[in-house]
């Protein structure tokens, strides 16, 4: 099983970027997904998560109404939106999955990790 986190980068404060999470290796498509991340001197915390089998997904409330989890089941990737970025959500980010757990935002849950990718908003 791999889980790639890609797109991360660095943003003016107030601007966008995309995550992608691609996964593979995985033999099913019913597969739940979470997103988390770490700064630096800071504990890692959840972000949002996408539940595959019912399509619900979940927020921290600190990114409430500015990003969004979603999923291409073309593609078999999920997607992190981030919009009106802030320096705070400055951390590496990591996408991580397992099956049958739903959307939770409780780390331990999940079985696959996938690398980090670093997103640097700039004030």
């Known amino acids: 099983v791999q889980l790639q986190a890609s797109g991360g980068g660095l943003v003016e404060s107030g601007g966008s970027l995309r995550l992608s999470c691609a996964v593979s290796?995985?033999?099913?498509?019913?597969?739940?997904i979470g997103w988390f991340r770490q700064a630096p001197g800071k504990e890692r915390e959840a972000v949002g998560c996408f539940s595959s089998m019912d399509g619900s997904t979940k927020d921290q409330d600190s990114v409430k109404g500015r990003f969004t989890v979603s999923k291409d089941n073309v593609e078999n990737t999920v997607y992190l939106q981030m919009n009106s970025l802030k320096p705070d959500d400055t951390a590496v980010y990591y996408c991580?999955?397992?099956?049958?757990?739903?959307?939770?935002?409780?780390?331990?849950?999940?079985?696959?990790w996938g690398q980090g990718t670093q997103v640097t908003v700039s004030s």
């Open positions: 290796g995985l033999t099913s498509d019913y597969y739940d």
């Open positions: 991580a999955g397992a099956y049958g757990i739903g959307c939770t935002l409780y780390a331990p849950m999940y079985d696959y």
